[in-house]
Structures are given as C-alpha cells and as structure tokens.
C-alpha cells in the first residue's frame, strides 16, 4: 500500500508536469502571481474559496467580474499596462493579491506606421481596418463611424432608413 509521503509526492509530480494555468488552478489557496491578458480579450482565473470581493488598481486596464459560485474571476484587458487585483473575503480582510499586465494582442494585425500616424489592420485572410488603442484618432474615429452605421443599419435603426420610412408618409 502506497505511503502519504509517495501518495503526496506523486501529486506534486503531477502538477509540475501540468500546463501553468492548470497547475494554478489546482492550486486554490492563492492567486496567480501575475495574469497576463490580451487587450480586448478574457481569461478566466481561479480564485480561493471565500473570496466576497475583488478590487481592481487601475480600472481602466482591466476589467475583473467574480464568479462567486465556480470561484473564479474574468479578466478582461482594457488597456494597456499593469495594475492589480485584490481578493477580500466578507470582512474585508485581503485573501489574496495578483498583479494584472495586458499587452497588444498582434496575432494576424498588420500596423502601418506613417510618421507619427498609426494604423493598425486585422488580417485573416483580408486586411480590415481596426480601431486600436495607439493609433492614428482620424483613422480611429472613421472606423468608429463606420461601426455605428454598419450597427445602426443591421438593427434597422440607420437615419437613412428613418428618413425614408417618414418621407412614405
């Protein structure tokens, strides 16, 4: 019969041998040391049992919702940079603390720099415009135009369609 001593060390065997966000999620008594994310994307992180609240340093770079009942938090990147998140339980007594670093998600984005203008493209497999933090605010608030009518005409609230529809009458 396996002793507690190989049992233990076994379990440990195990978990090195896990991926990191694994391994961190079978460890439930503290946070990550750092969670990485991607701007405008989430990630889903363990949290300890207990934990009432979460606090956010620097709301502007991240985004943090508790899942109280599956213990875990939605990370979702906002911004670039770093800031903290900080576990609390029903006192108020600090559980837990992570730090919290988005970075720019390059994957299939082409950036087009033209002096001190910006432009940046997701391509897969065409290139398309894409409103990104950093770039050029003429480029960005065009997309951003372009978006709202684009939403505006497949909800069939577009002014065009408004003004045609008073002009029937």
Known sequence: MPSLFNRSRAALFVLALLPAPLATFAHADALVPVARVKIDQATL?????????????????????????????????????????????????????????????????????????????????????????GDAQAFNQNIDSQIAQHNADSSGNSTSQTSATQNAH
């Open 45 to 133: 992180i363990k949290v300890p049992v207990g934990v009432h609240t979460l606090v956010v340093g620097n709301p502007a770079i991240a985004d943090v919702t508790l899942l109280k009942r599956i213990n875990t938090m939605v990370i979702t990147g906002k911004s670039y940079g770093e800031t903290n998140v900080i576990a609390l339980d029903d006192q108020g007594n600090q559980i837990a603390t992570s730090e919290i670093e988005v970075n720019q998600a390059l994957h299939n984005k082409l950036l087009l720099q033209n002096g001190l203008a910006r432009m940046t493209y997701y391509c897969n497999p065409h290139c398309q415009p894409t409103v990104t933090i």
